[in-house]
């Protein structure tokens, strides 16, 4: 299992848990069980054309990616960083 650490913003859809666990091979695969254990929760960082949101950085094994296709380990953590925005 992949541990995920999730940004505040996004507590609601993980009934306020800053860190959960999913699994998949690729980054796409874990936001895809990350969903179906949270229902809307894909939505929020990705768009309908499937592209990560321009405001969520993901950093995987320590790494920043900007692709889906991202392989993930067993061992790697993921961690979502949300931009903050306003004026």
């Known amino acids: 299992m992949t541990v995920v650490h ?31 254990q ?12 499937d592209r990560i949101r321009p405001t969520i950085l993901f950093y995987v094994g320590g790494e920043v990616t900007r692709t889906l296709a991202r392989s993930v380990g067993a061992s790697d953590e993921v961690h979502i960083i949300a931009a903050l925005s306003g004026g």
């Open 38 to 49: 949270f229902p809307g929760f894909r939505f929020r960082v990705v768009d309908e054309q």
């Open 6 to 36: 999730v940004p505040s913003p996004l507590f609601s859809y993980t009934r306020d848990r800053a860190q959960v666990s999913a699994i998949g091979a690729t980054l796409n695969d874990v936001l895809l069980d990350l969903d179906r």
